[in-house]
């Protein structure tokens, strides 16, 4: 069965890393990565605070063959970068062991992974790829898979989990109930029929994208 693991690792200890690199602030969001021959173009969005010296880091980065503007919206600007992925060894790891990258921050020192891997054991190979190759990697959180897409909250949008959560540590699931809907209208300053259709569209995410996944995951190994 497939397992998502969280990792964090410092900025300096791979090569995309030591492209993307960050000056004082700043944050770098990998968009995606695009698989195309031998190389993985990824996409990434960063901030116009830290653009300008950014732009000039990558550029003149050795491994880097170009890098492309492709849209700009508010403050964030969205690029391509071409090079070569098998001169990461990170990001090669990841190819060679079958992990999907779900989604990647880089910070001045730091960058964290969501990445699912097809299961436990190859995660484990991961972890163990890692230290052959003297990358320090911090495993945070492990959990099982979920529909593809659906990330850490298992699709569950913010507003969504703030009121199942409210919902929850306020007693509205307790016997007796501790709270109604009103109640949580008045906590959100939202009304009663938005705190009844959050908590549905909550719930039924929530069970459509774990247990029914899982048991489909199931169903499927032993068909």
Same mark, same amino acid.
Request: proline content about 4%.
């Given at each position: 069965?497939?397992?998502?693991?969280?990792?964090?690792?410092?900025?300096?200890?791979?090569?995309?890393?030591? *492209?993307?690199?960050?000056?004082?602030?700043?944050?770098?969001?990998? @968009?995606?990565?695009? /698989?195309?021959?031998?190389?993985?173009?990824?996409?990434?969005?960063?901030? =116009?605070?830290?653009?300008?010296?950014?732009?000039?880091?990558?550029?003149?980065?050795?491994?880097?063959?170009?890098?492309?503007?492709? !849209?700009?919206?508010? $403050?964030?600007?969205?690029?391509?970068?071409?090079?070569?992925?098998? %001169? =990461?060894?990170?990001?090669?790891?990841?190819? =060679?062991?079958?992990? &999907?990258?779900?989604?990647?921050?880089?910070?001045?020192?730091?960058?964290?992974?969501?990445? %699912?891997?097809?299961?436990?054991? !190859?995660?484990?190979?991961? &972890? @163990?790829?890692?230290?052959?190759?003297?990358?320090?990697?911090?495993?945070?959180?492990?959990?099982? /898979?979920?529909? /593809?897409?659906?990330?850490?909250?298992?699709?569950?949008?913010? /507003?969504?989990?703030?009121?199942?959560?409210? $919902?929850?540590?306020?007693?509205?699931?307790?016997?007796?109930? &501790?709270?109604? !809907? &009103?109640?949580?209208?008045?906590?959100? =300053?939202?009304?009663?029929?938005?705190?009844? @259709?959050?908590?549905?569209?909550?719930?039924?995410?929530? !069970?459509?994208?774990?247990? *029914?996944?899982?048991?489909?995951?199931?169903?499927?190994?032993?068909?």
């Amino acid at each position: 069965m497939a397992v998502i693991a969280h990792l964090r690792i410092p900025a300096d200890s791979f090569e995309l890393g030591r *492209i993307l690199e960050l000056e004082a602030s700043g944050t770098v969001e990998l @968009e995606n990565m695009v /698989p195309l021959g031998e190389k993985a173009v990824p996409f990434f969005s960063v901030s =116009d605070e830290v653009r300008e010296s950014f732009e000039q880091n990558v550029e003149n980065h050795p491994s880097v063959e170009r890098i492309i503007e492709v !849209t700009r919206h508010d $403050a964030e600007r969205l690029y391509s970068l071409e090079w070569n992925v098998r %001169r =990461d060894v990170f990001l090669q790891g990841i190819v =060679d062991l079958r992990g &999907q990258l779900l989604s990647a921050t880089g910070t001045v020192k730091t960058w964290e992974f969501e990445i %699912r891997f097809p299961t436990h054991e !190859t995660l484990s190979e991961f &972890q @163990e790829y890692c230290s052959n190759a003297h990358i320090q990697l911090e495993v945070g959180r492990i959990y099982n /898979p979920v529909r /593809p897409g659906t990330g850490i909250w298992y699709g569950v949008t913010q /507003p969504q989990r703030e009121t199942l959560m409210r $919902a929850v540590q306020g007693g509205y699931y307790s016997i007796p109930r &501790q709270m109604s !809907t &009103q109640d949580l209208a008045d906590v959100l =300053d939202i009304s009663d029929q938005a705190v009844t @259709e959050r908590l549905r569209r909550a719930i039924e995410t929530l !069970t459509t994208n774990t247990l *029914i996944a899982m048991e489909e995951e199931l169903d499927e190994e032993f068909e």
